[in-house]
T-cell receptor
Framework: DAKTTQPPSMDCAEGRAANLPCNHS???????VYWYRQIHSQGPQYIIH???NNETNEMASLIITEDRKSSTLILPHATLRDTAVYYC??????????????FGTGTRLQVFP | EAQVTQNPRYLITVTGKKLTVTCSQN?????MSWYRQDPGLGLRQIYY???????DKGDVPEGYKVSRKEKRNFPLILESPSPNQTSLYFC????????????FGPGTRLLVL
């Protein structure tokens, strides 16, 4: 199974960009990278996903390196409400032709005023 | 409003007393899943279901049962709870194989004495 490595914690000033790195050096060619976040014991929330091209949506941008061994989630203008644990996930194949997500321990992002 | 609901949200019980945590989604999703979350271990999948009457084990199924008699409901059953099942539990659903956009419930915090 492809694994991901993230720093345990990061700080970011409110209004600045938050850049959250993730290493996934064993990722396979057809495995997507997903990002979720979890705000203080609430259910995780889907943010964005990508395969090889950079992606952007209303929440964030995802930059994937050309060799696909790492990626960065960018929150362009962090707010206090973005304080959360951010999970970088690589989808792996499960049973019944189902893929599944394996959550690691994530990066705890603290946005400060 | 599209949502996943769980009941109860909080539960204190004693060892060996059977309990059921309900999960319901109103999005007509095919895929549903249960996770538990413990400090330092992240989210771990217990069971998942591809559709009605189709269930499969996740990574930590021991001590749990599930059923999927209706598309919208996916209850988690602890036949004989033990203290090591004290945890925060999340139910999630997604549309077919689109497990990247899973919608999570608010969580159920269980304490087994």
């Amino acid at each position: 199974d492809a694994k991901t490595t993230q720093p345990p914690s990061m700080d970011c000033a409110e209004g600045r960009a938050a850049n959250l790195p993730c290493n996934h050096s064993t990722i396979s060619g057809n495995e997507y990278v997903y990002w979720y976040r979890q705000i203080h014991s609430q259910g995780p929330q889907y943010i964005i996903h990508g395969l090889k091209n950079n992606e952007t949506n209303e929440m964030a941008s995802l930059i994937i390196t050309e060799d696909r061994k790492s990626s960065t989630l960018i929150l362009p203008h962090a707010t206090l409400r973005d304080t959360a644990v951010y999970y970088c996930i690589v989808r792996v194949s499960g049973g019944h032709n189902t893929d599944k997500l394996i959550f690691g321990t994530g990066t705890r992002l603290q946005v400060f005023p | 409003e599209a949502q996943v609901t769980q009941n109860p949200r909080y539960l204190i019980t004693v060892t060996g007393k059977k309990l059921t945590v309900t999960c319901s989604q109103n999005m007509n999703h095919e895929y549903m899943s249960w996770y538990r979350q413990d400090p330092g271990l992240g989210l771990r999948q217990i069971y998942y279901s591809m559709n009605v009457e189709v269930t499969d084990k996740g990574d930590v199924p021991e001590g749990y049962k599930v059923s999927r008699k209706e598309k919208r409901n996916f209850p988690l059953i602890l036949e004989s709870p033990s203290p090591n099942q004290t945890s925060l539990y999340f139910c999630a659903s997604s549309d077919g194989l689109q497990v990247e956009t899973q919608y999570f419930g608010p969580g159920t915090r269980l304490l087994v004495l």
